[in-house]
């Protein structure tokens, strides 16, 4: 069975900039979350979607947005890049017929903003 | 306060040493405890979960959770060079959606 798969690998922007990070769930998982993982700072919660619509978001301002797609694979657009944005962004699915909160990552997204 | 503290390390160890990790945590809410280990430059793998209070053992690796102090431990006996990795502990409230996640502890096994 296929894992969270994400892509690109690696992407550098700079200031300013638009980024698009895409995650492919494990076949059957309908939920998709995404974390940004900052140095020092562990993972911190950045939206949940499921069956095609935001759940869910974290703490992070307007410009930290995504959606998922039919397929329920998923995409995160940050717009207006800053400096701080530079992270591993990780993203993680679930099947929620699961009895808890069992979440499966991907190796992640790890953005640099110049 | 945070939601969930854990030590960030780096916690250095010869090989066969027993390692101690540990998570406090402040939502008495929290009922699901998982430990997540994420090599370098690779997304978190689920090592051991927990319901509630108590302790689960799985070869080398024990879990702890004590609610009353809000408190869990992640135990490894005869740790390996292969443990050296960043261990992260998670928690979950029942019927919740969101994990909280602690900042990681950084271990190094040396041979």
């Known amino acids: 069975e296929a894992g969270v798969t994400q892509s690109p690998t690696h992407l550098i922007k700079t200031r300013g900039q638009q980024a698009t990070l895409r995650c492919s769930p494990i076949s059957g998982h309908t939920s998709v979350y995404w974390y940004q993982q900052a140095l020092g700072l562990g993972l911190q919660f950045l939206l949940w979607y499921d069956e095609g619509e935001e759940r869910n978001r974290g703490n992070f301002p307007p410009r930290f947005s995504g959606r998922q797609f039919p397929n329920y694979s998923s995409e995160l657009n940050v717009n207006a890049l800053e400096l701080e944005d530079s992270a591993l962004y990780l993203c993680a699915s679930r099947s929620l017929a699961g009895v808890w909160n069992e979440q499966f990552f991907g190796p992640g997204t790890r953005l640099t903003v110049l | 306060q945070k939601e969930v503290e854990q030590d960030p390390g780096p916690l250095s160890v010869p090989e066969g040493a027993i390692v101690s990790l540990n998570c406090t945590y402040s939502n008495s809410a929290f009922q699901y405890f998982m430990w997540y280990r994420q090599y370098s430059r690779k997304g978190p793998e689920l090592l051991m979960y927990t319901y509630s209070s108590g302790n689960k053992e799985d070869g080398r690796f024990t879990a702890q959770v004590d609610k009353s102090s809000k408190y869990i431990s992640l135990f490894i006996r005869d740790s390996q060079p292969s443990d050296s990795a960043t261990y992260l502990c998670?928690?979950?409230?029942?019927?919740?959606?969101?994990?909280?996640f602690g900042t990681g502890t950084r271990l190094t096994v040396i041979p």
């Open positions: 998670a928690m979950s409230a029942t019927g919740a959606n969101n994990l909280f």
